[in-house]
């Protein structure tokens, strides 16, 4: 089995580096995002078991990014660890998403506890095997198989990103910009056509046998995947 990783976005450069050091002695795999862009960076790019995330961060801020965070994956735990203690703050993160709220000034030994109890609830609710669907297309994370109406279809591996990447933005207009940053960890080239090559290898692959079109063109905005009701 793998070990656990953890996303911790938190601002407070010794809070941080204290629960990182903590939680690898536990055995768990630790990254540090010190503002919530950073953390929500990471997270498009990566898989990880669990989220801790703190609500007063520079930038987005924790609620913003636990909204993106479910936008993307409903399933992972995220537990919210924040100075606020009121009961309407509380409901916010949940509200917001949130699996957990942990108050500062906390005990560790109790986090832990914490983090124990989310991840095995998440690890007994996962379906075998993480796959992503949009209408008839199904892409495998785990074996990165792609197929449409039960047909096979090859990807290159930044072909399969770039699906990914489109799916779990499905009905939202990702810029050119956008995949840059997330497909290809690149600052984005206004010269260069890179991206749309790659989205028209994608459409040939995907959408050219199909009547029902999944990827669209929106004009001077950038690309959509689209779910059809």
Avoid: C
């Avoid at 660890?81 to 949940?94: M, V």
């Avoid at 669907?133 to 198989?145: F, G, H, M, P, Q």
């Avoid at 997330?182 to 080239?189: A, C, P, S, T």
């Amino acid at each position: 089995m793998h070990d656990i990783s953890i996303l911790l976005v938190e601002d407070e450069k010794k809070i941080a580096e204290t629960l990182k050091k903590g939680l690898e002695e536990q055995q768990y795999e630790v990254e540090i995002a010190s503002d919530g862009d950073t953390g929500r960076l990471f997270f498009d790019n990566k898989t990880y078991d669990l989220v801790i995330l703190d609500v007063n961060l520079p930038g987005m801020n924790g609620y913003e990014l636990l909204q993106h965070i479910r936008g993307v994956n409903q399933q992972v735990p995220v537990l919210m660890l924040t100075a606020l203690s009121s009961t309407e703050d509380k409901i916010e993160g949940f509200d917001s998403g949130a699996d957990d709220y942990l108050v500062k000034p906390f005990d560790f030994a109790e986090l832990v506890v914490r983090i124990r109890a989310l991840i095995k609830r998440a690890q007994q609710a996962a379906p075998v095997g993480k796959s992503l669907r949009v209408n008839d297309l199904v892409i495998n994370l785990d074996s990165k198989e792609v197929s449409r109406a039960g047909k096979p279809i090859q990807l290159t591996a930044k072909e399969f990103q770039l699906l990914e990447y489109m799916i779990r933005n499905k009905n939202r207009v990702v810029s050119r910009a956008d995949i840059a940053l997330n497909v290809w960890d690149i600052d984005f080239d206004t010269g260069t056509n890179v991206i749309d090559v790659y989205v028209n290898f994608l459409r040939k692959k995907i959408d050219r046998d199909y009547e029902q079109k999944l990827i669209h063109t929106q004009v001077g905005m950038g690309y959509v995947l689209k779910e059809n009701s």
